[in-house]
Every structure is written in structure tokens, then in C-alpha cells.
């Protein structure tokens, strides 16, 4: 079921709207069209000048920078071991690095960054070792007749930097008896060249992430982009909008310091330095007209809401929406969201696979929006009068 969203003017959307249309631009009458890749609604991919941008950010400075140590083989799945030393790929309290790739039967290639909580000095739950393999689940399950990516080719990126795949800092701790790791673009970029060299050419990429991936792929996306210039681009954005809470904007302060991701924002989105880094997903759907981002959340998330951003349902909802609705304003056939009642945490442990009253299942939306589907876009789910 579609519905509009509720009164914003509290949380100054009009403001935020205005900044967002400044750089985010909009669909207008673009048609869509195509199956599976072809048929772009723009031009696939970035243009020279925000491509030059990016990179002199420095966010390419890792690709092609470290290699594996070893790989072992089951089946169709390979995990790629990375050595815990030096200055390449490596846990938060520097336990080895790991990621896998599977082989598909597609020409379709998922990657899928894994959650797993955050580490800062005043709050750390984060996951500090890394998965080995491929969990099997929702957006990664092998099995096509369940998932439409099952029969994908897949690149896991395991997590477990606590900095949600962008930082890149060290912090010594307990007067330097232990050093937290913040390499999540190390990670990351190790993650991609495995993608790049098992698959250089798939026919179009699905970029997913949930929770702590989902916020890894606000900077992800430009990373992938940079990778595979040619291809069409999806994102799917799994409980990891990019919000923060707006009465604590010190908590962002404190994660640009001890994180160091701002480094990697372009310049030409100067609403991205804000502490809001929803803004990252117009500026990416700006930047190349190709591609679709579907967001995942529910009203009253109890790890984004509760754990990490200390707000009540009610007023996450209001955020959630005061956030998104300048983006699917601009983009409303590249921009859709999925929205539901509730406190659940992620697409997966919400139902991934099932259909909710009206709602298709987040399977069978997220499939309309590779397939280029007429009609994709919000599934919003009203509260119970």
C-alpha cells in the first residue's frame, strides 16, 4: 500500500528540501525501461569531472594495494585470507581480515556488505572478528525460487572494522596498550579488486548492505561506481539511511573525528558535511542518472532508533521520512523506500522473503527494481488506526 508521509515542517524540512534540490536534481519525465541492466533511464556511470573529483579525494588510494595471502576453495564459494599486519586489511582489535566471492549461474554479480554494529570512543558494539564464507540469507541466499539474486554471482564483504566500511584511522587506546583499527576502506577496496578480477564484466551489479553495511554503502556506492565505470548500478540500502539523531550532532563530530570518512565526500555536496549523511544518497543519484537505490527501514528501528541514536519511535519515523522525502522527491523512479510498522532491524530478520497485507515481499520489490519494473518505487506501510 502507498501512502503519503506524515507533516515534516517540524524537522525543517523546508530546508533541507532546498539544499537537497540544489545538487540532487530530478527525474522529470525520464523514462524508465529495460530488464536487468539495459536500457538505462541516463547515462550509466559518472562523468570525467565528478570521477576526477572522487579520486582526488582519495578514495581509490587502496585498490590494487593488497592481495590475499591465501584462498581456500568449497564448492562454488572462495574465502580470501588477508594477514593481520602491516597496513592492509584487518579487524577493529586486529584480528585477520576475510571475505568470499561465489560463483552464479547469472551474469548478474551481488555485493553484499555484511552488518554489524559500530565502534567509537563513547559507544562501541561492534562486531570485531571477521564471517568466514557466505551466510546464507536473504539477499545472499543461493537459492533463486527464495531470492531474486540467488543465483547471482556474490562478493561478500565480511565486517569488521566498526566504522561501517569508510573509515580509515587508528586510535591507541588504555594509554597504548591496544590500537582500535578503523580500516574500513582498506576492507573494502580489498573486497572490490577480488570482485573485479573473479568478475570483470557482469552484466549489471546489485550493491547491497545491511545495518552497518547499509551505512557502508552511502560511501560504497561511489567506490563501486569507480570500479565498474560501465555497468549498471543498484543499491539496495538495508537499515542503514544515514540518520543521526538531530538533537545530538556531536555524535557525528566525534565519528568524522575518530572515523576520518569526510575525507572521502566530494566537495560538490557540501549538504554531505552536514550531520545527516542521508544527503549522500541524492548526491549519488545525482551524480549518475543511471542509478536505483531502494531503502529498507521500519518506524521504530530498536538497533538504529534505540541502541545507537537514542530516539523514540515516533520521532525516528518523523526523521526517517523529514530525511527521505526531499531524495524521492527529486528521484521518484530511482528512489524507493519500504517502510514499516514496527521495530524490526533489517529486510532479513523483518521478513525478507514474506509479503506484508498489500506490501510485496522486500524480495519480490527488490526484483521489480532490477527488472526496471513500471510502477517500482515506495511501498509504505500505514500505522494502525
Known amino acids: 500500500m502507498k501512502q503519503s508521509s506524515p507533516g515534516l515542517t517540524i524537522l ?22 529495460g530488464t536487468g541492466g539495459s536500457a538505462p533511464i541516463g547515462p550509466v556511470g559518472f562523468d570525467e569531472a565528478t570521477r576526477t573529483e572522487l579520486e582526488a579525494t582519495g578514495v581509490t588510494k587502496y585498490l590494487g594495494a593488497f592481495t590475499p595471502s ?6 562454488a564459494t572462495t574465502t580470501y585470507y588477508f594477514e593481520a599486519d602491516g597496513s592492509g586489511p584487518i579487524c577493529i582489535w586486529g584480528s585477520q581480515y576475510t571475505m568470499s566471492s561465489r560463483e552464479g549461474g547469472s551474469d548478474g554479480l551481488l555485493i553484499y556488505l555484511e552488518g554489524g554494529g559500530a565502534c567509537w570512543s563513547e559507544l562501541c558494539a561492534a562486531k570485531s572478528t571477521a564471517t568466514v564464507g557466505i551466510l546464507p540469507l536473504g539477499w545472499t541466499d543461493p537459492d533463486p525460487t527464495r531470492n531474486p539474486f540467488g543465483d547471482y554471482d556474490v562478493v561478500f564483504a565480511s565486517y569488521c572494522d566498526g566504522s561501517v566500511f569508510s573509515g580509515d584511522n587508528e586510535i591507541v587506546e588504555d594509554g597504548g596498550a591496544k590500537v582500535r583499527y578503523h580500516r574500513g576502506l582498506r576492507n573494502l577496496s580489498a573486497a572490490l579488486d577480488i570482485a573485479k578480477r573473479k568478475f570483470p564484466s557482469p552484466s549489471h551489479i546489485v550493491l547491497a548492505g545491511s545495518s552497518a553495511g547499509g551505512y557502508g554503502t552511502l560511501i560504497g556506492t561511489a567506490l563501486v561506481r569507480l570500479v565498474y565505470p560501465d555497468q549498471r548500478l543498484f543499491v539496495f540500502n538495508d537499515a542503514g539511511i544515514g540518520l543521526s539523531n538531530p538533537e545530538d550532532p556531536a555524535m557525528v563530530d566525534l565519528l568524522r573525528e575518530e572515523w576520518k570518512f569526510s575525507q572521502f565526500i566530494p566537495a560538490s555536496c557540501p549538504e554531505c558535511q552536514g550531520d545527516q549523511l542521508t544527503t549522500l544518497i541524492g548526491w549519488g543519484l545525482a551524480a549518475d542518472r543511471s542509478l536505483k537505490v531502494g531503502a529498507f527501514s521500519s518506524y521504530g528501528d530498536f538497533v538504529i532508533a534505540g541502541t545507537f541514536l537514542k530516539m523514540e519511535p515516533p520521532a525516528f519515523k518523523a526523521h526517517l521520512f523529514a530525511q527521505t522525502d526531499p531524495i524521492h522527491d527529486a528521484n521518484p523512479a530511482r528512489f524507493g523506500r519500504y517502510f514499516i510498522t514496527g521495530t524490526s532491524h533489517t529486510a532479513i530478520l523483518a521478513g525478507y522473503y514474506d509479503p506484508r497485507g498489500s506490501m510485496p515481499s522486500v524480495a519480490d520489490w527488490a526484483k521489480a527494481m532490477v527488472t526496471d519494473e513500471t510502477g517500482w518505487g515506495d511501498e509504505i506501510e500505514p500505522e494502525a488506526e
Not at 70 to 75: A, D, S
Request: hydrophobic letters at 30%; aromatic letters at 0%.
Open 70 to 75: 591465501r584462498e581456500e576453495t568449497t564448492e
Open 12 to 33: 525543517g524540512l523546508a530546508t533541507l528540501a532546498a539544499a537537497l534540490a540544489s545538487g540532487c536534481g530530478s527525474d522529470g519525465g525520464d523514462p524508465q525501461g
